[in-house]
């Protein structure tokens, strides 16, 4: 059943609006994430849910009751902030217990929780430091264990591999993991980076200018993007301007004609979008759909700028007219020795146009 | 050499600065009434003039109860207020302050006069009671101030982060603010007690015959120029320094705020 729902909630800040219009809900036990550029409003969404700030409109609901109705003792949300902000003048210990002092648990329960938390986390020999004797992966596991520490069946964490080296990064990820199967809370992760909360979170939303774009897991955000923006943001797609020149009538294939260069391609109508003959739309086209030897019916000519090797996938960067630029990721170990290109070389690029599909300037 | 050329400058600035307190301190232990050469010898005469001085005693303590009543007083009123204004959009904020610090600034002959005027009118003049309220409207926008700039470094989602664990609004001002600006408050105290009790124009203004002791040593000087002084200005300046130290140490460290 639905844990948190969003009802067409607007937010102003003074006369600014924030938040336009956003309905969505999140499952128990699931990590959701609101991933946005900055200032879209995603840490304003996180104050909603712990009931910090109150909707202009519409309502933020728990379990069914407006968040308004957990007040004090009775609050089951509790947030990593993305300024961490501890408590600078108590210990580590102090900041954990915090939130379990002022809910009035008996001492020896508070100490049991403490060291349970802390060793989980690995912080035992440092709970009698001040918190700004701490590295920052260390200040974030003590505001990490400051929040779980009192059980909350909500878990906000604002940006929290920020500031995090890869390692850190990955160690963090693995932790929230495993947390979630010791304490089954459900978490609500907010990041402006998709490499952050692509493998922890099981749905995300894509947040850009005040509203959600899309609701959806992982794999179909990246693979099934309704908008350019998320085509862009989530999958890292090429997208090419184009106008139809002629609509199947039957089956889903659409002829196109790319705006720059010379290119006559079909792509499939996935999202069924009402289309007529001379519309302009955006071609969309995965950066790892297409291939460099000759494979697939659509061709298109590109000039070589640059290319980077991440791991075992290579990067390339074509130029095409207008400034547009094609990204191309080539995923063999061979592709290192093959395919060395000089910098303005001419070079086909090969996809099949299934691979391909079509959205709304 | 550039390092010798800072020791010497340095050394300099510091002789300068203390040269006077040093020489008030040596002639309170001279034997004579006046140094002279060849040194007369030393002696703790004047100290013990000084123990023995009970109207000298009785104006200490008018200034040390006035001071303490002044530096609590301000400083609360410069918490409180320097707590609202801090949490004002950022430019009224400044500009409040700036306008609630403008009669601290004015010359303090300006001010004692005036301030002995309304006394006058009010019917408190030539009482302790008007230098205490002369002093806290003129010391208590120091401690706003001095507040203020703590308050606004504080981050703010560390009292939501309180608030969400279910803390109260009172056990977030105790527990929360005032745990992070406890050194600011007493270090303000201590400033303007020091401050306080060593304001001479307007208490010369507003004291009539309850002298404060800076008014009394300023009319011991006028008729004996008796060395006393010296000895009495030993001691209180060696308490004022030594609390003055304390108020900086604490300001220098609030609350041990590093970047988190």
């Keep these: ?361 | 050499m550039k390092r010798i050329g800072a020791i010497i400058f340095l050394s300099f600035v510091i002789l300068l600065v203390f040269i006077p307190l040093l020489t008030m301190v040596v002639l309170s232990f001279c034997k004579g009434r006046f140094a002279s050469f060849p040194w007369p010898g030393w002696s703790l005469q004047w100290y013990q003039q000084f123990f023995e001085n009970s109207i000298l005693h009785l104006s200490l303590l008018r200034s040390l109860i006035v001071g303490v009543a002044v530096g609590v007083i301000s400083t609360l009123l410069g918490f409180g207020s320097g707590y609202a204004l801090s949490r004002l959009p950022s430019r009224t904020g400044s500009s409040l302050l700036m306008l609630i610090t403008l009669p601290a600034i004015i010359p303090f002959v300006l001010f004692g006069f005036c301030f002995a005027e309304f006394a006058g009118y009010i019917g408190i003049l030539r009482t302790t009671i008007s230098v205490f309220i002369a002093h806290v409207v003129v010391f208590s926008p120091l401690s706003a101030a001095l507040c203020f700039h703590r308050f606004r470094q504080l981050n703010l989602d560390i009292e939501d982060a309180a608030r969400e664990l279910g803390a109260s609004e009172i056990k977030i001002f105790f527990m929360i603010i005032g745990g992070q600006t406890w050194r600011t408050l007493i270090a303000s105290g201590i400033v303007i007690f020091v401050l306080s009790w060593d304001e001479y124009i307007i208490s010369w203004f507003v004291s009539g015959f309850n002298k404060t002791y800076p008014v009394y040593v300023r009319n011991m000087l006028e008729s004996t120029m008796s060395p006393e002084i010296n000895a009495v200005g030993s001691i209180v300046a060696f308490l004022s320094l030594l609390l003055m130290s304390m108020a900086l140490y604490l300001l220098r460290n609030p609350g041990k705020i590093k970047e988190i």
């Design chain 1, 1 to 361: 059943m639905e844990l948190i729902e969003f009802r067409n909630v607007d937010f102003y800040w003074g006369k600014v609006k924030i938040l336009e219009n956003i309905s969505f809900q999140v499952n128990e036990s699931e990590v959701f994430a609101l991933l946005g550029p900055s200032g879209c409003g995603k840490s304003t969404m996180l104050r909603l849910i712990s009931g910090l700030s109150r909707p202009s409109s519409g309502e933020v609901l728990i379990n069914g009751k407006d968040v308004s109705f957990y007040k004090g003792r009775d609050r089951c949300v509790a947030t990593v902030w993305q300024s961490k902000a501890l408590f600078p003048h108590l210990s580590v210990r102090a900041n954990i217990e915090f939130g379990l002092r002022i809910k009035r648990i008996k001492n020896s329960d508070i100490n049991k929780r403490v060291k349970k938390i802390a060793s989980t986390l690995g912080l035992e020999d440092k709970l009698d430091r001040s918190t700004f004797q701490l590295s920052g992966g260390e200040q974030q596991r003590v505001a990490l264990a400051r929040a779980l520490v009192i059980h909350p069946k909500i878990l906000l964490l604002d940006e929290p591999f920020t500031g995090l080296d890869q390692t850190l990064k990955l160690q963090l990820q693995a932790d929230l993991r495993d947390l979630q199967e010791d304490y089954g809370c459900t978490y609500i992760l907010v990041s402006h980076l998709l490499e952050d909360v692509f493998s922890l979170a099981t749905r995300i939303a894509v947040i850009q200018n005040k509203k959600i774009l899309q609701v959806g897991d992982p794999n179909s955000l990246y693979h099934s993007p309704r908008s350019t923006f998320v085509a862009r943001f989530v999958g890292k797609k090429n997208l090419i301007p184009a106008i139809i020149r002629n609509v199947a009538r039957q089956g889903r294939e659409v002829i196109v004609s790319s705006i720059i260069g010379e290119g006559n391609w079909k792509a499939i109508n996935r999202l069924n979008l009402e289309l007529n003959d001379n519309d302009r739309a955006v071609y969309v086209i995965g950066a790892d759909s297409i291939e460099l030897n000759p494979t697939g019916d659509c061709i298109l000519e590109a000039t070589f700028r640059a290319q980077e090797i991440d791991g075992q996938r290579k990067i390339f960067y074509f130029r095409l007219e207008r400034g547009y630029e094609v990204r191309v990721e080539i995923c063999t170990t061979d592709s290192i020795r093959l395919y060395q290109y000089v910098r303005g070389e001419r070079v086909n690029l090969y996809w099949k146009s299934e691979d391909a599909f079509l959205l709304k300037e």
